[in-house]
């Protein structure tokens, strides 16, 4: 390979390109690829009968911006939207498949960076990332997306639609934390504890999911998951409307969320109870089981006879993140 400029990827082949990303990725390698990156296809093994499988982009200025995130956080955090999407359905996540579209002026150690957060999410994770894509885009654009693969391991998919009255609803993982970072990067200022303040803007950067969270939920009976990529209330709401029923939410139990974690801390127990209802990119999963939970999940309401999302029988609106509201 000719001497490679660290600067534009304007300044590369696709070739040295690819030489420069690949190793990073090698390092997931796992006995279930058969054909690496670099033939027409991946190959893989070992899935199952029933394949997971999933897709998320991020596009720059829209899904990020690179003076609050870095291309190391954008890659955690897009690894993290597909595994959840796994994860909600009781699967496993097995492979990633990475495509990049971008401005040729797009700097090449940004690039690196994206794919060292790639890398590194699969590796907690267990994934092997197989293969992908590369693009070039217009001027400023720079979209970033993620296939993710998964087995059931034999089991039925747990879908949206199975929760019954009757039912507890509970949440694995954090409330509002990404929704609270990202309000406080509008708002330009931290208010409150530091530390309290940098641990809500740093899971809204790098959201993580804890590996084997679906299937362990899927082992213990869960009747209904979902991840929450758009707000608590928007996405028990998909739940509601795929099961015929009604989500109460238990206003105490979310309080006493606000009042035990940073939220409470750094905005208040109003603002940490909005976004505790309301923040997306959390990606915790919230199930329906309908019997005792699974140790560390946490009731946060229950299922009942009705139609659509309330809160200690107060209806709410629809809150949450929409792509294409205006």
């Known amino acids: 390979m000719r001497g490679v400029s660290l600067s534009r990827l304007g300044d590369l082949s696709e070739a040295e390109l690819l030489a420069l990303?690949?190793?990073?990725?090698?390092?997931?390698?796992?006995?279930?690829?058969?054909?690496?990156?670099?033939?027409?296809?991946?190959?893989?093994?070992?899935?199952?009968?029933?394949?997971?499988?999933?897709?998320d982009t991020m596009v720059r200025g829209i899904d990020w911006r690179d003076d609050w995130s870095s291309g190391e956080q954008v890659g955690r955090k897009l690894v993290a939207q597909n595994l959840a999407d796994i994860e909600a359905m009781g699967g496993r996540p097995v492979a990633l498949l990475v495509a990049l579209l971008a401005d040729p002026q797009t700097e090449v150690a940004w690039v690196l960076d994206l794919a060292d957060g790639i890398a590194a999410a699969a590796l907690e994770a267990r994934v092997v990332v197989a293969g992908g894509d590369l693009s070039s885009a217009p001027p400023g654009v720079v979209v970033v997306a993620v296939t993710a693969l998964g087995t059931l391991?034999?089991?039925?998919?747990?879908?949206?639609?199975?929760?019954?009255?009757?039912?507890?609803?509970?949440?694995?993982?954090?409330?509002?934390?990404?929704?609270?970072?990202?309000?406080?990067?509008?708002?330009?200022?931290?208010?409150?504890?530091?530390?309290?303040?940098?641990?809500?803007?740093?899971?809204?950067?790098?959201?993580?999911?804890?590996?084997?969270?679906?299937?362990?939920?899927?082992?213990?009976?869960?009747?209904?998951?979902?991840?929450?990529?758009?707000?608590?209330?928007?996405?028990?709401g998909r739940i509601a409307s795929a099961s015929g029923v009604r989500i109460d939410l238990d206003g105490n139990a979310l309080l006493e969320i606000v009042a035990s974690t940073p939220l409470g801390v750094v905005l208040g127990e109003d603002e940490g109870l909005r976004q505790v209802l309301a923040g997306g990119e959390e990606h915790s999963l919230v199930g329906c089981f309908?019997?005792?939970?699974?140790?560390?999940?946490?009731?946060?309401?229950?299922?009942?006879?009705?139609?659509?999302v309330t809160l200690d029988g107060a209806p709410q609106p629809l809150a949450g993140w929409d792509h294409f509201a205006p």
């Open 153 to 236: 391991d034999g089991r039925p998919p747990v879908l949206r639609s199975g929760a019954r009255p009757g039912d507890v609803l509970a949440v694995r993982g954090s409330l509002g934390f990404s929704g609270a970072g990202l309000a406080l990067l509008q708002a330009g200022e931290i208010t409150g504890q530091a530390t309290a303040a940098a641990s809500l803007l740093a899971w809204h950067r790098a959201p993580r999911v804890e590996p084997g969270v679906g299937a362990g939920a899927a082992a213990a009976g869960a009747s209904a998951l979902i991840d929450i990529s758009d707000g608590l209330v928007r996405d028990v």
């Open 21 to 55: 990303v690949l190793p990073r990725y090698a390092v997931t390698g796992s006995p279930e690829l058969v054909v690496a990156p670099g033939d027409d296809a991946a190959v893989l093994a070992g899935l199952g009968a029933d394949v997971v499988a999933t897709t």
């Open 290 to 308: 309908p019997g005792p939970l699974p140790p560390g999940w946490t009731s946060i309401g229950r299922v009942l006879d009705g139609t659509g």
